[in-house]
């Protein structure tokens, strides 16, 4: 069964830091690339981040370059996402998804993809 498990989300003040983390089962991890996305309440879903496994490059949104560090651990099948220097608009609940096959930059950048595997995401708060 594939399954992709979200934690680390919680409620942190602007300025501070979470990392999140996105474990993986069920399929082969170095075959994929994973990304980070999230969701304010009324807004669309917003790429953020990504890696890929095969190939060990990363991407950024824009919004997020310089203050969020995307990494993998192979041992663990786990990637993480280090969130800095919070702002109150990085509120969201925020999804790691997989995919085999669409490089990085179009993962993150249109959301028009049906992506391979969704986790269930897990909540950012940040106040200001």
């Known amino acids: 069964e594939v399954q992709l498990v979200e934690s680390g989300g919680g409620s942190v003040q602007a300025g501070g830091s979470l990392r999140l983390s996105c474990a993986a089962s069920?399929?082969?991890?170095?075959?994929?690339?994973i990304g980070w996305f999230r969701q304010a309440p009324g807004k669309e879903r917003e790429g953020v981040s990504c890696?890929?496994?095969?190939?060990?490059?990363?991407y950024y949104a824009d919004s997020v370059k310089g203050r969020f560090t995307i990494s993998s651990d192979y041992a663990k099948n786990t990637v993480y996402l280090q969130m800095n220097s919070l702002k109150a608009e990085d509120t969201a609940v925020y999804y790691c998804?997989?995919?085999?096959?669409?490089?990085?930059?179009?993962?993150?950048?249109?959301?028009?993809?049906?992506?391979?595997?969704w986790g269930q995401g897990t909540q950012v708060t940040v106040s200001s």
């Open positions: 890696i890929s496994n095969n190939y060990g490059s990363t």
């Open positions: 069920g399929f082969t991890f170095d075959d994929y690339a």
């Open positions: 998804a997989a995919d085999r096959g669409l490089p990085c930059h179009t993962i993150v950048e249109d959301s028009s993809w049906d992506l391979d595997y």
